[in-house]
């Protein structure tokens, strides 16, 4: 008898049951008996959106970066936000826990000239807004 045996039946029987990885390359989120992981532990994961799919995300850190940049709209120079920014690259996203002060009474729009500045997204699980590229620049 082989060695693998009961192994190579395993796939077969994940999919009978209907269990599913969003990464199915990577066997280490498939259930399997060497981890002693069963079907009933699949709905215990956190970040999973049904009983039936396992869902893995990257947070951004809960520490506040020390380095505070201001955001400004680029048509009318109005400030948009403050913003603690990690890094020195250029703004992309503002992850929305780490706006320290809004100023803007709309999500997304400029109070001074009223025009569209990013749009509102979810990356690795955290809301976001992903700034439109030309519209804003930091001090």
């Known amino acids: 008898m082989n060695f693998f045996a009961p192994l190579a039946s395993w796939p077969r029987f994940v999919a009978r049951l209907g269990l599913t990885s969003r990464h199915r390359q990577h066997r280490r989120h498939e259930h399997c008996p060497a981890i002693g992981l069963s079907a009933g532990t699949l709905a215990a994961f956190p970040g999973s959106r049904s009983p039936r799919e396992i869902r893995c995300f990257a947070k951004p850190r809960k520490k506040l970066p020390s380095r505070s940049v201001d955001v400004f709209c680029k048509i009318c120079n109005t400030r948009l936000y403050r913003y603690a920014k990690g890094g020195k690259g250029s703004l992309v996203k503002c992850f ?5 002060e809004d100023f803007t009474e709309e999500k997304c729009v400029c109070p001074g ?3 569209t500045f ?3 997204t979810i990356i690795r699980g955290a809301p976001a ?3 439109i590229g030309g519209k804003v620049y930091q001090k």
Do not use: D, H, Q, W
């Open 129 to 131: 807004f992903k700034l």
């Open 96 to 100: 929305v826990e780490r706006i320290t």
């Open 118 to 120: 990013a749009r509102e």
């Open 113 to 115: 000239c009223g025009k």
